[in-house]
Each structure stands twice: as structure tokens, then as C-alpha cells.
């Protein structure tokens, strides 16, 4: 992510979308709980906040950002975005709630790693008590939108800019909800 940020901006976009995240939920921790967990080609669980252990403030927020840029810069290449969205999914299940998201930020550079997106597709859709989707935040050429058409319809979006992604999460729980009733 760090080495094509210059290209499309897409580690810039990544950290501005866990921003918004954080600070959208602050103050509503008694009615969502929530995880950020990483994925880079170091490993699938890269742990970034912690439901019990949310940041509070604007210094731990940025904590949390710097720990994201610093992994980026450093990591090995590679790609654990199919574990890590298993993982995701398999750990929400277990726990109690009356819905369970999983939101995925990738990169779309699944090509390069030889993932196939039938096989990320059969992640996402692995559970039925879980509602899985991915937001590609970048793309070298048209990846993005050749990768959003393979993908089960309305699972996958596209935000090459930062300002998309609060409608689009807004989209994401509309659906699920409406779909629900």
C-alpha cells in the first residue's frame, strides 16, 4: 500500500477512512462495538483497535494512524487480504449482537498475489450471519472496477475519494437493514 500510495493515494485514503471510523463511533461505544485489524503481506491480524480498547481522544486516534503508516512503510510485499476477511468473519460470528459487518479496505491489487475474486467472493459471502463488504481505495488502472464486477452484487464499492466512503457505509447498513426487515 505504501509503495503505490504515490500513485492513487491509497494509504492516505486508508488512514482518513479509520479516522472517520473512530471518530464517527466515538461517544456510541455502549451501542457499537467495533474492531480494526490490519492486513499487509506480514500477516492477516494486525491488531489496530481493540473493541474494549478504543481510542478516546485525538492523540490515541493519531497513535493509531501512525501505526498504520509505519506498518505500511516497513511490512513485507504480499497479501493477506482472503485471511485476514476469514478471520474477520469467523471471530464476529462468535460474538453476540444483532447485526455483524465486516468492512474490508483493500487496495484491489489481488491480481498481483494471484488471488482469484471467486475465491474472494466465496469469503465474503462465508457466513450469512455476518455482513461482508469490501471498498477498494485504490487501483492501478481499472483493477478496482474489473474486480467490483466479479464480486456478488452490492458486496463491493469503489472511493478513489475519501468523501464517497461515509455515503457508501451509509449504503452498506441502509441495505442490510432493509433487507433484514
Known sequence: MYRFNGVDRRLERSMEAVCMVM????????KFKYDIV????DGYDIEL?????VPKNNKERLKVLKTMH???QFCMSG?????????????????EADEHFVVVLS?????????RPERFAQVLTSDPQVNAFAIFIGSLGDQAERLQKTLPAGRSFVAMDTKQIPQIL????????????
Request: hydrophobic letters at 30%; glycine letters at 8%; aromatic letters at 6%.
Open 70 to 72: 509505519a506498518h505500511s
Open 23 to 30: 471518530e464517527g463511533l466515538e461517544n456510541y461505544e455502549h
Open 38 to 41: 490490519g492486513h499487509s503481506g
Open 170 to 181: 451509509q449504503q452498506i447498513f441502509t441495505s442490510t437493514m432493509l433487507s433484514s426487515a
Open 49 to 53: 483497535v481493540r473493541a474494549d480498547k
Open 79 to 95: 497479501d493477506f487480504t482472503l485471511e485476514g476477511t476469514d478471520s474477520s468473519i469467523k471471530e464476529l460470528v462468535k460474538e
Open 107 to 115: 487496495d484491489a491489487n489481488l491480481e498481483r498475489y494471484g488471488i
